[in-house]
């Protein structure tokens, strides 16, 4: 059967302030009513239900994260001890599937994107699932046709046609680096390149069979947790070996190294919304390219993200232009729309500086 696996333990830092250790981005409604988490498992159903779905995220998120989903069984909410990148993260995803299911076909989606309309999405999830069920250990990646010169994605190379002759997917050629912004152009001018949106669907036991070969000390510490599993040892078992893991993404572990790689072409509308520039997107923007999400009354204002989650509270602005101005109750961002790094700089000087407290 096909499952859900959705990795929801990120930080959200380049969302600070309204993202925090313990509600960070995928907790917060940024792109709709509801939160990006409850929108990525809503997107689901009812392709995949409640009981066969599963979140990974952190001690200080589980608690947000089980309130969040009532409708999903506490025990499919697994706790990372720590952030060990998303093959370990995917591996222990994978021990727990196939312990309930042992033929389990994963999908595997991070919790912070935005992606429509949701029929699209379910459709390609299927078609996906047929080339796993035709070949059991094809790892199947989507690909997004880039609309710009991206340096912020890393590329899906495409070869030829899938041999099973599945509707829009290929051969993976290559995966490629985030790149600089002259190689970005010429991947849109040479087509064939695609955006690696982290979305994957393929057997578990697949997934654990790569890790076996191609990351065989984590996949020996997952057989440890697996042995586990449904004991009273589990707990503690799961503290001491999985920080031990080595710490790398699935696609530098397995995907690129494996064999058997098909890229699907994504026919929905996809954003990671990686910064606070995506609510111009998600938002849209008024007659002078403003996107507005609070109460605001500006003078020579253009190009402005502005936004409040305290009600009530009015933003006045007078002669300024492409700046992010983000207010909470207790916390208040004003920066330049074009650095996104600088905040996660910002974060990283408030917490040297002893100001936990914000973060």
Not at 136 to 141: A, R, W, Y
Not at 300 to 318: K, Q
Request: contains cysteine.
């Amino acid at each position: 059967m096909l499952h859900a696996v959705v990795m929801a333990g990120g930080s959200g830092t380049r969302f600070w302030p309204q993202s925090r250790k313990t509600l960070p981005k995928q907790l917060l409604p940024l792109a709709g009513e509801a939160t990006m988490l409850q929108q990525t498992v809503r997107r689901n159903v009812p392709l995949i239900p409640a009981d066969r779905t599963w979140i990974v995220t952190n001690a200080v998120q589980a608690q947000a994260t089980a309130e969040q989903l009532p409708d999903v069984p506490p025990e499919n909410i697994l706790v990372e001890p720590c952030g060990r990148n998303t093959a370990p993260c995917i591996g222990l995803a994978a021990i727990h599937l196939l312990r309930q299911d042992p033929q389990a076909v994963m999908l595997v989606v991070p919790a912070d994107h935005v992606i429509q309309p949701t029929e699209v999405f379910q459709n390609a999830v299927e078609r996906a699932v047929a080339v796993v069920e035709k070949s059991p250990q094809t790892f199947v990646l989507f690909g997004v046709p880039p609309t710009f010169p991206s340096t912020g994605f890393g590329y899906i190379e495409r070869g030829e046609a899938w041999p099973d002759g599945a509707e829009g997917a290929y051969c993976v050629s290559s995966f490629r680096e985030k790149p600089d912004r002259e190689t970005a152009e010429q991947f849109l001018e040479a087509g064939g390149f695609y955006w690696n949106c982290g979305i994957f669907v393929w057997s578990a036991q697949a997934v654990l069979e790569a890790l076996q070969q191609l990351q065989p000390e984590i996949h020996s510490r997952l057989m440890t947790l697996r042995e586990s599993l449904g004991t009273a040892e589990a707990e503690a078992t799961l503290e001491r070996e999985f920080p031990l893991m080595t710490a790398i993404s699935i696609d530098h572990g397995v995907l690129e190294q494996a064999q058997d790689v098909a890229v699907l072409e994504a026919p929905f509308e996809w954003d990671d919304v990686g910064s606070w520039q995506a609510l111009h997107r998600l938002l849209g923007t008024d007659a002078e390219k403003n996107t507005i999400d609070s109460a605001h009354c500006g003078v020579e204002t253009t190009g402005c993200i502005v936004r409040s989650t305290a009600p009530g509270h009015l933003i006045g602005t007078i002669g300024v232009q492409d700046l992010v101005i983000v207010h909470t109750p207790d916390a208040t961002l004003v920066a330049r729309k074009d650095d996104e790094n600088a905040i996660k700089q910002l974060v990283s000087l408030l917490e040297e500086q002893g100001y936990e407290q914000f973060l």
